[in-house]
């Protein structure tokens, strides 16, 4: 699902490049993902996300994609020539990735799933193209955060098919991933990383 404009406003902020800052410092302290490693981002947005992995990361291939072309256009505007050199950015969609089977040794979504309708089939998508120990890094809102009574006036988000906590975290398991440490409150989001059993 593409953003609207109040989304577009809210991921392009400022501030939101800080916070993914924050939390991919509290991912890289309890994983280890060896540099030169295979890396999947799905909903790149402007690619402040995608400056982050590939500092902290130092992966030898990073794919960056989002749904949406003017996102891409905009992550192509928005890092230096340097930083972007290596990071393949395209247009795709979360529940058909265009990658083979176990080829990738970690995917990071900076709240993706639940912008997507059948999140459940992203899910299994980001699963497969994993590797056998492959690491899902995530962060994820609740309905409660983004279909209160304000929110769901002026941001753009499925209203069927959503999940909390124990929705994710049982349809993860399903999926082939086990679930390593998170933070999370259960009623608004939750930061963490799976690994692909």
Known sequence: MKLNWAERLAVNNPIRPLQQHLEIRWLKKRVILK????ILEVGCGRGAGSDLIKTE????????????IRMIQKARKYL?????AG???????AIHLP??????D??????VLHHIPDW???LAEIVRV???GGMYFFEELYPSLYQNIITRYILLHPRENRFHSRDLKQAMDRAGLELGNCVEHEKLEIIGFAFKR
């Open 87 to 93: 990071i393949s950015f395209f247009v795709g969609d």
């Open 106 to 111: 970690a995917v990071f979504g900076f709240g």
């Open 120 to 122: 459940q089939q992203a």
């Open 57 to 68: 990361f130092r992966p030898g291939v990073l794919h960056a994609m989002d749904l949406d």
């Open 35 to 38: 540099p030169g490693a295979r």
């Open 99 to 104: 990658s083979r089977d176990d080829t990738m």
């Open 130 to 132: 994993l590797k056998k």
């Open 80 to 84: 230096t020539p340097e930083v972007s």
